[in-house]
């Protein structure tokens, strides 16, 4: 069991992490690929203190190298749910599972709204993790919404084990097996009544019993209920807590700005606030 976890790889992230490690705690660090970490797609930073005129990448890898070196562990993959267990958490990655005595939320801001027919065939043949639930549907026709560089991966991988793939986003995709048709569509919907029976994409219908959801990251509120929400992001204290205890927040997910500098402080605060939560634990007990 970890003392924190932090969900998100960031400024924000990475922030609180370094911070949790100059206090002597374990820290797990959960991201997805960097590729889709906006201050990865930035070519141009200006405005970060002591480091002007900075490329998105370069400054990303400053900030691991820096976590690294602090001996922070990170692991890629996607939280998919946080379950409160009363002193600690549970957290479901892919198909496997972490345990944490506190949570840092640096997830940056999810902006893409569900799609139309997600939330009702949510465990009804939507999934948010191919691994997971990939072998359910062998044989079966399946659809990949993809979103983040991985996606195509997962698509692949579905196919390998004997899922009839079609692949949906709106960009084509780099490193889709070519076997596997592609529509593109920004928006599509997921039909059915009981289950899931089709997907529509732009003027198509594709037939499917199972559709794949894979985006960089889920909103906070979606991986842990009872999280407070103001207009729309996460409500936080001075302390960066949120309304869950032993829950805190960084970044972009609870506000404006949405700057780097304000990502990196309020990592410091989470991952400090974070670390004296577990402190309080241990004496309790």
Not at 29 to 42: A, F, K
Not at 273 to 285: G, S
Request: aromatic share 6%.
């Amino acid at each position: 069991m970890y003392d924190i976890a932090v969900i998100g790889g960031g400024p924000a992230g990475l922030s609180a992490a370094v911070q949790v490690r100059a206090r002597n705690r374990s820290v797990l660090v959960v991201s997805g690929d960097d590729r889709d970490n906006p201050v990865y797609r930035s070519q141009h930073i200006a405005n970060y203190l002591g480091l002007p005129d900075q490329r998105g990448p370069e400054l990303l890898a400053r900030f691991q190298a820096h976590a690294d070196a602090m001996g922070v562990r990170r692991r890629p993959g996607q939280v998919l749910s946080v379950m409160p267990m009363g002193g600690w958490f549970y957290l479901s990655i892919g198909s496997d599972v972490e345990q944490a005595r506190a949570l840092v939320l640096a997830t940056g801001v999810v902006r893409a709204n569900k799609l139309p027919g997600e939330a009702e065939h949510l465990g009804a043949g939507v999934s948010y993790c191919a691994t997971c639930d990939g072998m359910l549907y062998r044989g079966k026709p399946v659809v990949v919404v993809g979103k983040t560089h991985e996606a195509p991966g997962e698509a692949n991988w579905l196919k390998e084990i004997g899922c009839q793939v079609t692949y949906v986003s709106e960009k084509e995709p780099q490193g889709l097996n070519q076997a596997i048709p592609f529509v593109k569509s920004a928006r599509p919907e997921i039909l059915g009544e009981q289950g899931v029976t089709a997907l529509r994409a732009g003027d198509r219908e594709i037939p499917c019993q199972g559709v794949f959801i894979l985006r960089p990251s889920l909103a906070p509120a979606d991986l842990l209920p009872g999280l407070k929400l103001e207009g729309g992001y996460l409500a936080v204290d001075r302390s960066m807590a949120t309304s869950v205890p032993g829950v805190f927040a960084a970044g972009d997910c609870t506000g404006l700005p949405l700057q780097i500098s304000k990502a990196v402080g309020e990592g410091q605060v989470a991952g400090h606030r974070a670390a004296e939560y577990v402190d309080k634990l241990e004496k309790a007990n």
